[in-house]
């Protein structure tokens, strides 16, 4: 059972929510647009425990799909968003990534979190002015399996940036 926490938000785009969940998200049953992952800045190794570990064990190779990008903001900006991807994802049709550089990675202010997750959100409003459809996006604590961030840190970070996003994104939902 995937318990969550759901908290709403009113925008004058209608009601909204950020939905906060202790689980494995590729089991999450509902449908979402974008599954996000985080890493090492241009490592895309699959590590056991780790998502893109747990990706790669149903096919999904991340270094391919990282070799043609539908937006690559990777050299400024360390996010980029995949095409399309077939049919192993069941519930995302797209993946997203965040990475990080590994000096980022040793900083404990939320300064790193906050400025990665404004810039991912700002490719999120350009793709959804270029015509791509992203109503749902699913994602894990960032940072916390290759960096050293803190995990209260960063959720907080997390869903601070969500609220102004849903508030900003007229097709982002949840």
């Known amino acids: ?7 709403g938000i ?5 009601f909204k929510e950020i939905k906060i969940s202790n ?11 974008i599954l996000v992952v985080s890493v090492r800045e241009y490592n895309y190794k699959p590590f056991t425990g780790s998502l893109i570990g747990s990706l ?4 999904i190779d991340l270094k391919h799909i990282a070799d043609d990008l539908e937006i690559d903001w990777r050299k400024d900006q360390h996010i980029w ?11 995302s049709k797209r993946i997203a990534g965040i990475e990080f550089t590994k000096a980022e990675s040793y900083q404990k202010d939320d300064q790193v979190i906050k400025k990665r997750m404004k810039t991912f959100y ?8 270029m015509g791509y459809p992203i109503r749902k996006i699913v994602m894990p604590v960032i940072g916390t399996n ?16 969500a609220e102004e996003a849903l508030k900003s994104i007229p097709s982002l939902m949840c």
């Open 56 to 59: 790669n064990r149903i096919g």
């Open 81 to 91: 968003l995949s095409r399309p991807i077939d049919p192993l994802m069941e519930h």
């Open 23 to 33: 689980a494995d998200i590729l089991k999450y049953k509902e449908p979402y647009n």
């Open 122 to 129: 700002g490719m999120l409003s350009a793709a959804h002015y």
């Open 1 to 7: 059972m995937i318990r969550e926490n759901p908290y």
């Open 146 to 161: 290759h960096g050293h961030f803190d995990t209260e840190m960063i959720v907080r970070v997390l869903k601070e940036t």
């Open 10 to 14: 009113e925008t004058i785009y209608g």
